[in-house]
């Protein structure tokens, strides 16, 4: 499992600036993250058990 955590954590320091983003724990989701940016807008990344890799749904506006 900690294998699938740290392909999330690659995701997201493969598309973001890590000190330009806080990072929080989102159990909703499996291994799933909150990410939130400086504008305060905010996205889950997560690992999707029916495709086998690292998803993401961004905040509606």
């Known amino acids: 499992m900690e294998e699938i955590e740290a392909k999330v954590m690659d ?14 724990d989102f159990p909703f989701f499996p291994h799933g993250k909150l990410i939130r940016d400086k504008n305060e807008e905010t996205m ?16 509606e506006a």
Request: hydrophobic share 50%; net charge negative.
């Open 11 to 24: 995701w997201i320091e493969d598309h973001f600036v890590l000190n330009e983003i806080e990072i929080e």
């Open 44 to 59: 889950v990344v997560f690992w999707c058990v029916i495709y086998g890799r690292v998803d993401y749904r961004l905040q």
